[in-house]
Each structure stands twice: as C-alpha cells, then as structure tokens.
C-alpha cells in the first residue's frame, strides 16, 4: 500500500504512521519538525515500512505539490491520503490582527485541500483511491473563543461530504473522521477532565479501520455519537455552560 500522511510527526499522525508501516506500507510522511519526522521515520523502518519523509507546511500550496509530485514518482501509484496536520488556538479576537486565526484557517482547510487534490487524477486514473479527512466533533457547533479551529473543522467535514458525491463514482472513498478528545500534544496542556479521552494508537487503529470499511463518516470514541446530535441542538445558554 501507498500511503500519504500529513501531520506525521506527532499523535494520531503519527501513530497511524506506525499503523501502516507495521503493514508493510510506502508512507509519505509530512510535518514541519525535522527532528520529530526523522524520529518517526526511523521507527517507520523498524516497524517494516518504507517511509518517504517531507518537511513542510500544508498552508504552503507549492511545496505540498512538489511533495505529492515527488511521492507519485517514487510509490508509483496512490492508495490513500489522510489530511490530518491541524492545529489549535484561540481567536485572539481582540488583537484587531488577523494573522493568528488566518494561520489555523489556512493549516486546517487549505491543508486539507492542497494535500488531497494533488492525488485525486491518478485515484481516478487507477479508479481506486481511499482519502481520510481529520475533522472534529469541535467542527458540530462554533465553540467560545475557538471559532477557527470550530469553522475550520465544519469546513472539512463539508468538503469530504462534497467531495465523496462527485468521488465514489471513480471508486475513490473519502472518509471524514471527528474525533472527540484524544491524548496527544494537542490536548496535553487541557488541565479539565476530557471526557472519553482515547490513547493514540488505539484511535489510529479504529480510524483505519473506518477507512478500510470506507465509511462517509466516523465518530470516536463512540459515546460522542449520542452526544454530537444533542450538542447540535442545545441552547447557546448551555454552551456557554460547558465551554471551557
Ligand atoms: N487530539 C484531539 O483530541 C483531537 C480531537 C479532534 C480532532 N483532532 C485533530 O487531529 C489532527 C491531529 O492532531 P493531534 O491531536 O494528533 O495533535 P498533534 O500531536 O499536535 O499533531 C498535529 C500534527 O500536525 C502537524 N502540523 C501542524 N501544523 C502543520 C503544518 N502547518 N504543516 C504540516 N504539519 C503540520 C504537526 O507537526 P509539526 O508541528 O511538526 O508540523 C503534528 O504532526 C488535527 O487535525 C486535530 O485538529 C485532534
């Protein structure tokens, strides 16, 4: 299997990386720490997989073409590519800059975009082609302080539900996955108690799983199930109450 991972060099990235390479798997493995990618790259090729690394930013349109370009002439084929680099934060509203939400909206939507349409014309050539889309349970509703990462997150889930009418067609899934919170770098500095929190690895493994079954959507863990359809209807009072 050929396989694209973005945000490789740290939590669900990674661990799917690691998923993959246990496989057998060619992975392109893309992040902007160059020490952190070598560290994966060497466990990569522990593990029995063959990576191909690429230190970059997916908000760069360029640079992330260069490196589908480069992985397609090496793996010679495409059989997925997970968008997954995203990050955080705050608005920072008051600032009166927008530079610091402009920067989560480019890395978590034209990531996503400049990563995955790169490889959409040999999916079709080869009319076969898994794309898995890392979205959010955040992406459900505008969360207080955070309506970049929650509008970024609801962006992709919109694309990946656009993307897989005109793709299925062609034999290509796309999988949106929207997971709630999972222990990594991301949500190592959230002093709350994060309900449901799942370990990395074995949030890797269920994602892939969705993949494989080519799912159109997956929540995890699964308890956020029965909880997205409330959280999409409860009163903004209530919101106020459980945002943190
Ligand atoms: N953890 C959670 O609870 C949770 C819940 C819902 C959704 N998610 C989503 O899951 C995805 C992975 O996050 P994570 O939890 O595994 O956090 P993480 O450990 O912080 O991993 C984020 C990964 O994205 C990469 N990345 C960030 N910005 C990038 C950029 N501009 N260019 C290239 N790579 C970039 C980071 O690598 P570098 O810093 O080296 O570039 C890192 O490898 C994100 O999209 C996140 O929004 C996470």
């Not at 979205?135 to 897989?164: C, F, M, N, P, Q």
């Amino acid at each position: 299997m050929n396989i694209f991972i973005t945000g490789a060099s740290s939590g669900i990235g990674e661990s799917l990386a690691y998923y993959y390479a246990q496989k057998g798997a060619t992975i392109g493995l893309v992040a902007r720490r160059e020490d952190r990618l070598k560290a994966v790259v060497e466990k990569v090729k522990e593990l029995g997989g063959n990576p191909i690394s690429y230190i970059l930013d997916v908000a760069n349109q360029e640079d992330v073409q260069k490196a589908t370009s480069s992985f397609l002439e090496q793996a010679e084929r495409i059989d997925m590519v997970i968008a997954n680099a995203g990050v955080g934060g705050s608005d920072n509203l008051s600032s009166g800059n927008a530079s610091t939400i402009n920067k989560i909206l480019s890395i978590n939507i034209l990531g996503v975009t400049n990563t995955v349409i790169p490889f959409i014309p040999s999916m079709k050539e080869q009319k076969s082609g898994q794309i898995c889309i890392i979205s959010s349970i955040a992406g459900t509703r505008g969360l207080i302080g955070h309506g970049g990462y929650s509008g970024s997150k609801a962006a992709v889930r919109l694309l990946g539900d656009s993307w897989d009418y005109s793709l299925s067609r062609h034999n290509i899934s796309t999988t949106v996955v929207s997971p709630g919170w999972i222990a990594t770098e991301m949500t190592a500095r959230h002093t709350f108690k994060m309900l449901f929190l799942m370990d990395s690895e074995t949030a890797a493994g269920k994602i892939a799983n969705a993949i494989e079954k080519r799912k159109r959507k997956y929540i995890l863990p699964w308890q956020w199930n029965i909880i997205v359809p409330i959280f999409r209807f409860l009163p903004r009072w209530m919101i106020k109450l459980v945002s943190v």
